[in-house]
C-alpha cells in the first residue's frame, strides 16, 4: 500500500503560483511512476503532469501546462513537488497525486494507469 497526501491549494489570482506537495508513506518503493492529475466539475480528470520515480527521473507533461508546471522530488521526504507559475482561470479544479506501480514504457497520463491516489487539493484561479 502507498498513502498519498496532498497539499499546498488555495485560491490565487491570474498569472500568480502556487506550489503543491505529496507527500508518500508505506510502499513507496513499489512505485515507477507518480503524477498529477486534476479535475474540474463536470470534467474527466485528466493527466497533468508526471515523473518516473523507479527510474531516471524524467519527466513529462501535458500541453495545456508546459512551460508553466515544473516537477521535482525530495527523495529524503518521499515527496513530490508540482510548482505552477502563471496560472489561468482554466486551470482551476481538484488536484489529485497519484502513484502508479506498473514500469510502463511511455509516459502514463491516464487516470487508470495509477494505483493509488491522495485525497486531493483544491485550485482556483481567479481572472
Known sequence: QVHLVESGG???QAGGSLRLSCAASGYTYS???MGWFRQAPGK???GVATINTGGDSSTYY?????GRFTLSQD???NTLYLQMNSL???DTAMYYCAA???NWVRP????????????????????
Not at 501535458?62 to 508546459?66: E, G, N, W
Not at 487516470?111 to 485525497?119: D, I, K, T, V
Request: aromatic share 12%; hydrophobic share 25%; proline share 7%.
Open 88 to 90: 489561468k482561470p482554466e
Open 31 to 33: 512505485t515507477y511512476w
Open 100 to 102: 502508479g506501480t506498473v
Open 62 to 66: 501535458a500541453d495545456s501546462v508546459k
Open 10 to 12: 488555495g485560491s490565487v
Open 75 to 77: 527523495n529524503a521526504k
Open 108 to 127: 502514463p497520463l491516464g487516470p487508470r494507469e495509477y494505483n493509488y491516489w491522495g485525497q486531493g487539493t483544491q485550485v482556483t484561479v481567479a481572472s
Open 44 to 46: 474527466e480528470r485528466e
